[in-house]
């Protein structure tokens, strides 16, 4: 059903694109209720605009917040044009209708990471909007809502076609959005507040996010995808796109895994190479270019087609050195511009700036079937001081430190997961193995396939305890002369044994890093 449009209420936090909406709501002689800013900007911009007290006939009160709360701005959206009872009521009131409400909310959004003070924090959750967008979307069969600027085209287009009317399609969707935004809206405040009084596990937790882009598909062609924000800064994840084709789903899953792991190189330039979630090449050296050729070193074969990170500017050494090599993305903080015209040659290859990449220390969330698992983040440090050396011989320094890098990387792979390191590189990855002994296989297996003379006094890094010795023997036999581990197994003594027989060091962290 279309439905003539002669009434509108215009409330806007944000006046953008205001004017070309304006101009069309004159052409059909809509009239237009407003008050505040946006009153004062239409005024402005030179049409005819009625203060919402003069059509209230009552002035706004409690520093504004009691402005748009009135009977007659709520009756006249609310009622049901086809409900006699609702009709005679109107009549006897002297109420019109408001066949159009435009409104968008106080900034809280924007308030929140600009200020520090909960007073302005609070003065910025808007009451009146939301109430007259629910009420607006409620309505839907005789009221058009529209809440984001963006539509106002939409709109425009539909009253052009439609000769100043709406049509219930268009309605509906706008009303859709309008319960989408309330949503949204409400969820960042119950947020902010939960942050505020560190509730980690609300009693219901409602996710937020804004739709930053369509992705072709999913993880598989025929999935459907999109990449939200869920953030209060919304505008960007901190990627800069400088070149390359579109970022996929794939793309952006081995991006954010990259990313948890270089945040956690923080002593020396760190370079993460990343293939289906999980770390094939991981690196910290003072030089940039040691740092990458050792990463890349560590499982060439894998990192064919996958994503590398790195905590450096890229320079014209390091960009001839990718450019060898099949790469899906490259994330650096920085290119020179050598560095990107070398680059340019390899036209598909997805060149990303973060610089302003920051990791936050957020909630994870699983989900399946309409439920989800929630969790705080993996983020404990292994501390020198946690570790336990329950070896007859003891380390030094440098050992301590590759065992610290060690056991960090094996933090970021699929469970079982077992990591052989040598010199801050890794060697040789196990990931993801229904049996830790067939990690530990997988990880000698790939030493010994691409840095065979580094294996001999390596460190193996395990994130749970071995179950049984075997695994230990495996990691000896090849030349490990370090292990790092959890402990905790019913069967420690027995791995304990095995290793003081070999002649290797062994400690316990205490910490479990399964990521399953």
């Keep these: 059903m279309n439905l003539k449009v002669k009434n509108a209420l215009i409330s806007v936090s944000n006046k953008e694109n205001l004017v070309s909406l304006l101009k069309t709501l004159k052409k059909f002689k809509i009239k237009i209720i407003s008050s505040g800013g946006t009153y004062s900007a239409i005024k402005k911009l030179g049409y005819k605009c009625t203060e919402l007290s003069k059509y209230t006939g009552f002035k706004e009160m409690l520093d504004g917040r009691v402005k748009t709360l009135h009977p007659k701005i709520h009756a006249g959206i609310l009622h049901d044009r086809q409900n006699k009872k609702h009709k005679k009521e109107m009549y006897k009131k002297n109420f019109p209708s408001l066949d159009l409400i435009v409104v968008n909310f106080y900034p809280f959004q924007k308030i929140v990471t600009s200020s520090k003070s909960p007073r302005q924090i609070i003065e910025n959750i808007d009451i009146g909007g939301p109430t007259m967008v629910r009420a607006a979307a409620k309505n839907f069969k005789n009221v058009t809502i529209v809440t984001n600027r963006n539509d106002y085209k939409s709109l425009i287009k539909e009253l052009e076609s439609l000769k100043g009317k709406t049509s219930i399609k268009f309605r509906e969707l706008m009303s859709s959005k309008a319960f989408g935004l309330t949503a949204y809206y409400d969820a960042m405040i119950a947020n902010w507040f939960n942050t505020k009084l560190k509730i980690e596990f609300p009693e219901r937790k409602t996710i937020f996010g804004r739709k930053l882009q ?114 899906e993305v490259l994330l650096a903080k920085g290119f020179d511009k050598k560095s990107l015209e070398i680059l340019k040659r390899k036209k598909n290859l997805r060149v990303i700036d973060i610089s302003n990449f920051k990791v936050k220390n957020i909630t994870s969330i699983k989900s399946f079937n309409g439920s989800f698992l929630l969790q705080t983040k993996d983020d404990v440090v292994l501390d020198k001081k946690r570790l336990k050396c329950v070896t007859k011989l003891k380390p030094n320094k440098k050992e301590l430190a590759e065992i610290q890098f060690a056991f960090n990387i094996s933090k970021h792979v699929k469970s079982n997961a077992i990591v052989l390191c040598n010199n801050f590189s890794t060697i040789g990855i196990g990931a993801g193995q229904p049996s830790r002994l067939d990690s530990c296989k997988i990880a000698v297996q790939k030493a010994k396939q691409f840095q065979s003379l580094k294996i001999k006094n390596s460190v193996a890094a395990s994130d749970a305890f071995f179950p049984f010795s075997d695994g230990i023997n495996i990691l000896i036999k090849a030349g490990v002369k370090t292990i790092v581990q959890p402990g905790g197994s019913i069967r420690d003594q027995e791995v304990i044994n095995a290793a003081d027989k070999a002649k290797i060091k062994m400690f316990f962290t205490g910490i479990r890093h399964f990521n399953h």
């Design 214 to 327: 369509k992705l072709r598909y999913g993880e598989n062609p025929h999935q459907k995808s999109s990449v939200y924000v869920n953030d209060y800064d919304d505008k960007q994840l901190g990627f800069h796109q400088i070149q390359g084709k579109e970022l996929s789903y794939n793309n952006y899953n081995d991006m954010y895994a990259s990313l948890e792991i270089l945040s956690s190189l923080k002593k020396n330039s760190g370079t993460v190479i990343i293939k289906h979630a999980n770390p094939c090449g991981v690196s910290e050296n003072k030089s940039p270019y040691i740092s990458f050729k050792n990463a890349y070193a560590s499982d060439p074969i894998s990192a064919f087609g996958g994503v590398i990170a790195c905590n450096y500017k890229i320079n014209k050494r390091i960009a001839l050195e990718i450019n060898k090599n099949f790469l």
